[in-house]
């Protein structure tokens, strides 16, 4: 009798164990099955049309890797021109502003002074004097040729003809400098005034006078910027650095606009790298924007190199919950989001890190975004 019983126990317990089991497989595949359908869509053929999914595959392109710098515009010492009086004065009119363009010719202030109506004046009567005693030189010159007159007599008034002429020509050329013509000066033209003109079209940095103001010789009137020497200063670190050249093209923008791109060639590369890793390269604008001033933070694109890697088009690439996926066409109108690494993108491809996760395989090219805004609809409901 016990031993019926304890039979009649044991297939009770086993009974029981084997139903435990069924019914935690049942949940088990429950689960599977649902965690499943949380990445597969399943779309109405009317979807499918409505939204115009098509397909593709991976495929090799050419792809050329970039790198994205940051840096600071800068003017070369050659081309900042700190502009000053020749002549000291007072200024009787500043004509420009900070930033203000000009060509060059342009008049940026007028200097008026006592000295500069000295210096036409003793021009001109230097210039008479030299009239006279030429006239008397090549007489003495004539005579001492002759043996008419001593040799003395003429190496005297040699000696004054020559200082008059050093004279004249000193002059000259201080009146060329305050732009006044020698040629064309005469006792009826004489300014009182001369115009600092720009020496070359760009735009005025600093202005560092004022209307009244006395100037010297050594006081700098004028900050100018010609843009043809407007520099950028950029770091490159370490691991890119062997890939950089000179002579590379590059792209320079700001982060005020950065859609409108203008561009560089690297001049220069530093011998060196900082303790941050990083080593800077100059480069030079290819052609003039005046929305890149001195001083302005940059960002630049810079081609490294090209390179064949299997890729898609970035269409075909949609983002969740910061990951990149892509829907395998499964057939029967079901998609299977595949998570997928990516790396450069370029020319409307992206390079697909993970390959063969889905290689040979049919991925949707249009329609991808849609099936995302599908199935994210579908978990939530």
């Known amino acids: 009798m016990k031993t019926f019983l304890g039979s009649l126990l044991l297939m009770a317990i086993v009974l029981l164990s084997g139903s435990c089991n069924q019914q935690k497989s049942e949940v088990d595949e429950v689960e599977t ?23 593709t595959s991976l495929e090799p392109k050419e792809i050329e890797k970039t790198i994205h710098l940051n840096g600071k515009i800068f003017v070369s010492p050659e081309h900042l021109t700190t502009i000053s009086s020749v002549l000291g004065g007072h200024i009787k009119s500043v004509k420009v502003l900070p930033g203000s363009l000009f060509k060059k010719g342009d008049i940026l202030a007028i200097v008026e002074d006592q000295q500069l109506i000295e210096l036409q004046k003793e021009f001109l009567i230097t210039q008479a004097q030299l009239k006279s005693v030429g006239l008397n ?37 201080k009146l060329k400098m305050v732009q006044i013509n020698p040629s064309q000066l005469t006792s009826n033209n004489i300014n009182s005034s001369v115009d600092i003109r720009a020496p070359f079209s760009g735009v005025i940095s600093e202005v560092k006078v004022n209307r009244g103001q006395y100037v010297t010789p050594s006081d700098a009137l004028f900050e100018l910027i010609n843009p043809e020497g407007l520099l950028i200063k950029l770091t490159v670190f370490e ?90 066409a499964l057939g029967d109108n079901k998609f299977l989001m595949t998570a997928v690494e990516t790396g450069v993108e370029d020319k409307g491809f992206i390079e697909i890190l993970n390959k063969e996760s889905i290689r040979d395989k049919k991925i949707v090219h249009e329609g991808s975004y849609s099936i995302l805004m599908a199935l994210k609809n579908k978990a939530e409901e």
């Open 33 to 55: 099955e649902s965690a499943s359908n949380n990445n597969v869509a399943v779309l109405s053929d009317e979807q499918t049309k409505t939204i115009g999914l098509t397909t």
């Open 137 to 173: 030189y090549n007489r003495q010159k004539e005579l001492n040729q002759n043996k008419a007159t001593s040799d003395k007599a003429f190496q005297e008034v040699e000696a004054t003809y020559n200082t008059l002429l050093a004279t004249r020509s000193a002059l000259e050329q």
């Open 239 to 328: 691991n890119d650095l062997q890939g950089v050249k000179v002579g590379q093209n590059l792209l320079v923008y700001s982060n005020q606009n950065s859609d409108k791109k203008t561009g560089a060639t690297v001049v220069s590369k530093t011998p060196k790298i900082g303790e941050d890793g990083g080593s800077e390269i100059i480069a030079r604008f290819n052609e003039n924007n005046p929305e890149m001033i001195a001083g302005l933070y940059v960002n630049a694109i810079l081609p490294l190199q090209n390179y064949s890697s299997e890729s898609l088009p970035t269409k075909s690439v949609v983002s969740y919950e910061n990951k990149n996926y892509v829907f395998e």
